[in-house]
């Protein structure tokens, strides 16, 4: 009788220690941040309001592609990815407060946007050890920065620096460009650009014009490149203070030659600024449905879901690189995603190439996977010419 209370004690703690060894299973799995068992979120802050809202569409782009993949294909391992997407109007604060309330709903962060932004909240970002894949701004953030921080960001994105030394080179050699200004916003991005033109230009820069955020009117700015009698303006600004610029410029009866950053690629800048961007050289880091079959193919796919985003193709093809590169990561995670097994993957990935984007190379001590840079002329019917072939730069960290 003994014998029997004593199998029957020990039948019932095993019984007891494996539903509780399975609960604690079932609980690990539900912790994963951002994963359930038919939907994967993915969270990002950009501006959808202020001066630089017209980079919102990158967001909204993430958004259609992902849609695309769950009508498409079926999600990612059964799981349909959801992205959210918060305004912050170009404004560092507000990304901060973003962050505060994403970080426990998503797996990962995609795409966060602006030099200023990113810049004030990686450490935020590090500390909630969330991947973050793609951030978008000026690369020399990450140079220097910590590892332990370092590695939950894989940046896909061009030196902003190594761009303005390459614009201006390109300005020099092949424009003959002998007076040159730059047209700069007060950041982290326009200084970027600033120091790359300085080191190039030297004695053929003849003057230097920078602008607030907050600014409306670029009368006297104009005025500056008017007096100086650049003939080329090399450009780091925002999409709407940058057409509002060149608009002035027209307005004095003044036309430099203009060469931008690749942010300012982007057709819209035809609609913003109109025939004051004819002629406008830009720098191009992705595959321009124009120019390349292959993203054209998938450029198409993706605006029969969203005709919108035809209007802005630079910035749409954007958010469609950086959607296929979190499907490619959550394909390689497996089934049952974590955020180390994002890390693990994203540094295993090498020469990966979506049909917009060229190819990507991550590491285990390489967070840099793009350097690339070439040269497009604008018209102002919104023809693009290619003018530099790509040039793929040593990674910077």
Do not use: C
């Not at 994403?102 to 995609?110: G, N, P």
């Not at 951030?135 to 894989?154: D, T």
């Not at 080179?169 to 047209?183: H, P, T, V, Y």
């Not at 014009?209 to 409306?216: F, N, W």
């Amino acid at each position: 009788m003994k014998g029997k209370k004593t199998s029957l004690f020990f039948g019932v703690l095993i019984s007891f220690m494996l539903v509780f060894v399975g609960n604690s299973e079932a609980q690990k799995k539900r912790k994963v941040p951002g994963v359930e068992k038919d939907k994967v979120y993915v969270g990002t802050s950009q501006p959808f309001s202020g001066p630089a809202a017209a980079w919102g569409i990158v967001a909204k782009a993430m958004e259609t592609y992902f849609q695309y993949v769950n009508e498409k294909k079926g999600g990612v391992h059964g799981r349909k990815i959801v992205l959210l997407a918060r305004d912050d109007g170009y404004q560092p604060a507000r990304m901060r407060a973003n962050i505060e309330e994403l970080h426990s709903k998503v797996l990962l962060f995609a795409a966060p946007l602006g030099t200023a932004n990113v810049s004030a909240n990686k450490d935020l970002i590090a500390e909630k050890k969330v991947p973050t894949i793609a951030p978008l701004g000026n690369v020399r953030m990450w140079v220097g920065y910590p590892w332990e921080k370092l590695k939950y960001f894989f940046v896909a994105y061009t030196d902003y620096l190594l761009e303005a030394k390459e614009i201006t080179n390109f300005a020099i050699e092949k424009l003959g460009s002998e007076k040159i200004a730059i047209f700069y916003q007060n950041d982290d991005y326009g200084e970027a650009g600033l120091k790359g033109v300085e080191e190039v230009a030297k004695d053929k820069l003849v003057a230097k014009v920078s602008h607030e955020l907050t600014e409306v009117d670029f009368s006297v700015h104009a005025q500056k490149i008017k007096d100086a009698g650049a003939d080329t303006v090399i450009i780091y600004s925002n999409p709407r203070q940058s057409a509002a610029f060149v608009k002035k410029l027209s307005e004095l009866g003044i036309k430099p030659k203009i060469l931008a950053s690749f942010p300012l690629a982007d057709p819209v800048m035809v609609n913003l600024a109109g025939e004051a961007w004819d002629g406008a050289y830009v720098g191009g880091v992705i595959k321009l449905p124009q120019l390349y079959p292959e993203s054209k193919q998938l450029f198409d796919e993706i605006v029969k879901l969203n005709p919108e985003l035809a209007k802005t193709p630079f910035l749409t093809l954007y958010g469609i690189f950086v959607g296929a590169l979190v499907e490619e990561t959550l394909r390689r995670a497996g089934p049952e995603p974590t955020r180390e097994k994002i890390i693990e993957v994203l540094e295993n990935m090498e020469n990966w190439e979506s049909p917009v984007s060229f190819p990507i190379t991550f590491g285990k001590k390489r967070r840099h996977g793009i350097n690339v840079i070439g040269l497009w002329r604008v018209s102002k019917d919104g023809k693009y010419e290619l003018v530099m072939e790509p040039k793929f730069l040593d990674p910077l960290f």
